[in-house]
């Protein structure tokens, strides 16, 4: 399995980043797709990878390439996907209607909706159903390490967005392979949730690999801003800064403005299309 790899970094209204969502592809051909706003279906289906003579992704789109190199589309390369959604907002599952109707209908491949939490699953039937699109392929999110041999647990965890709306983060608890040194892998979705951040971060700080967090430039009612996770990391468990991966990128300032704001607490900022993260997070991301 290689590191997760982001099609878009954006907000809702930030149309220069697109969507927020992130995948993992496995040597077995089980993809896990972080969820799909109205921007990642295009994003992802028109898509280029390159493998080497070894049919391991040397990078997406225009890379250099070296003789024995293959040209493929993306989706060519996944045999199951396997949908995880952290809320039913647009940007985060406005293309998913469209994702598995190309896969039912084109691709002619199974999609498995991954959820143990029964409104989530209520949400979205009642989306899908809509659209016509639903099909009954659920799977529990404890089950991903059937499907995912580097996984070694996985869970969701609730934290607050809106007033209205939780989201649900993913914990990945990973094995040491080449790609990844092990450990915790954190994604939260969008979320406000400050104390529950607080408490999974200082309680996991010791086994964390990578925390991909939700952080806004501005202060939001429905986001953590770049300053609150800055300063409870700064104060609560300073050695895991170079971890944090900050994401969903506020529309209104520039990537350069973004990472900006991500250097002043020693954070990254996570990059589309990206397959340098072969790295070990042990060096800084140096690379990052």
Not at 21 to 39: E, P, R, Y
Not at 70 to 85: E, G, M, N, P, T
Not at 196 to 212: P, Q
Not at 215 to 232: K, R
Request: glycine residues 6%; proline residues 4%; hydrophobic residues 40%.
């Amino acid at each position: 399995m290689i590191p997760p790899v982001f099609s878009g970094r954006g907000a809702a209204f930030n149309v220069m980043e697109n969507n927020t969502s992130c995948f993992f592809l496995h040597a077995n051909g089980n993809m896990l797709l972080i969820d799909c706003g109205s921007t990642v279906f295009k994003e992802m289906a028109s898509q280029t990878v390159v493998l080497d003579e070894n049919h391991e992704i040397v990078g997406f789109g225009a890379v250099p390439r070296q003789p024995g190199d293959r040209v493929c589309s993306l989706f060519d390369l996944v045999d199951k996907l396997f949908v995880y959604i952290t809320h039913t907002h647009g940007d985060h599952v406005g293309s998913l209607a469209t994702l598995i109707d190309y896969f039912h209908g084109v691709q002619q491949k199974p999609v498995m909706l991954v959820t143990s939490d029964e409104e989530m699953k209520r949400r979205l039937t009642a989306l899908l159903s809509s659209q016509n699109a639903f099909e009954d392929h659920w799977t529990k999110v404890e089950d991903l390490p059937m499907h995912f041999p580097d996984i070694q647990s996985s869970k969701s965890l609730p934290l607050k967005h809106t007033s209205d709306m939780n989201s649900l983060a993913l914990v990945l608890d990973v094995m040491p392979t080449d790609a990844f040194p092990g450990g915790i892998l954190f994604y939260t979705g969008d979320t406000s949730d400050e104390n529950a951040v607080k408490k999974f971060l200082t309680e996991n700080h010791s086994t964390l690999y990578r925390a991909y967090i939700d952080a806004s430039t501005v202060e939001s009612p429905a986001h953590l801003s770049m300053t609150t996770l800055g300063v409870l990391v700064t104060e609560e468990v300073p050695a895991i800064a170079n971890k944090i991966h900050c994401m969903h990128i506020n529309g209104g300032v520039t990537c350069e403005e973004y990472q900006s704001h991500a250097d002043q607490y020693g954070f990254n900022v996570v990059k589309t299309w990206d397959v340098k993260t072969r790295d070990i997070d042990n060096n800084a991301q140096a690379s990052e």
